[in-house]
């Protein structure tokens, strides 16, 4: 795939949740009208100017598609009916198992326009999913880039809407944040989000009984790449390559300040990762 290809299909997308929108609304008048009297029950960082990025140069030639770097990991299956109610746990799941050399790709804070189209972008380039942590706050004004994430085969998790130290914030504040944000999601891409993420790691009991209710389970990771800080291309690379390992989940952010050593650390790290042996993959919680 081109980065024209993939502006185009940014487009398309936009214009499709814009009809999508429409119709509806137009169903929602229609429906309202002729069944009076009826109830029917329904389901709860910095912001970027949308700038578009230019194409980066690849030094690395893009593999052929293969079957094993979209397989789900182990003890999960088909995302296409309704997520069973996952149990209250005490901890998030920091590293997940599958076959072989599996690793998971994770990015916070977003969507951003200057910086998500290009993760996509390389991502694409290698026929790999990942899994996008989404702040309500960033989704709500970037709906398009939400649902091409979706599209694109990755999952789309919650991140808050505020990006909020939960663990200084009421039972009800908490569900308020995790609720609205899972309420964009499923604006944009059709299903509400079956993995959240806690804000700096900080998890306390509301946090876990709360992604319960809506659905969620906990995720972590095993390694950080501290790419927030900008400590250089080269450093993100490494703290990558030197900690692969089998269940792996990595934690990078596309969002949040400036994060152009992000995407271009990834562009040099995932060909490496996968010249290495590793498939990179993302966890399907079945739905039943």
Not at 73 to 89: A, I, N, W
Not at 121 to 136: E, S
Not at 244 to 264: E, F, M
């Amino acid at each position: 795939m081109t980065k024209d290809q993939l502006l185009t299909r940014l487009s398309s997308t936009a214009a499709a949740l814009t009809r999508r929108r429409a119709l509806l609304a137009g169903a929602a008048a229609c429906g309202a009208a002729g069944t009076a009297g009826l109830l029917s029950l329904g389901s709860g960082g910095e912001s970027a100017p949308p700038a578009l990025p230019a194409a980066g140069a690849q030094t690395h030639r893009a593999p052929m598609p293969s079957a094993y770097r979209l397989q789900p990991m182990t003890g999960y299956g088909s995302p296409r009916t309704e997520p069973s109610q996952p149990l209250v746990r005490r901890e998030p799941f920091l590293r997940l198992s599958g076959r072989g050399r599996t690793m998971v790709l994770t990015f916070d804070d977003g969507p951003d326009p200057r910086y998500t189209p290009d993760i996509l972008y390389t991502l694409a380039q290698y026929d790999v999913r990942a899994m996008f942590f989404v702040c309500g706050s960033m989704a709500v004004s970037h709906q398009d880039l939400v649902a091409l994430i979706a599209d694109e085969g990755h999952i789309v998790g919650n991140h808050t809407w505020s990006h909020p130290l939960l663990t200084r914030l009421s039972r009800s504040r908490i569900r308020w944040e995790m609720e609205r944000t899972s309420d964009v999601i499923e604006e944009a891409c059709g299903e509400r989000p079956l993995w959240f993420r806690a804000p700096y790691g900080a998890w306390n009991r509301a946090a876990f009984q709360i992604g319960a209710e809506l659905g969620m389970e906990p995720l972590g990771w095993t390694v950080d790449t501290l790419d927030w800080t900008t400590p250089g291309t080269r450093t993100i690379v490494g703290r990558v390559e030197h900690n692969a390992a089998p269940g792996v989940v990595v934690l990078s952010h596309d969002a949040g300040g400036d994060r152009t050593q992000s995407v271009r650390a990834l562009r040099a790290y995932l060909p490496q990762l996968l010249d290495s042996g590793y498939h990179i993959t993302v966890p399907r919680r079945r739905r039943t």
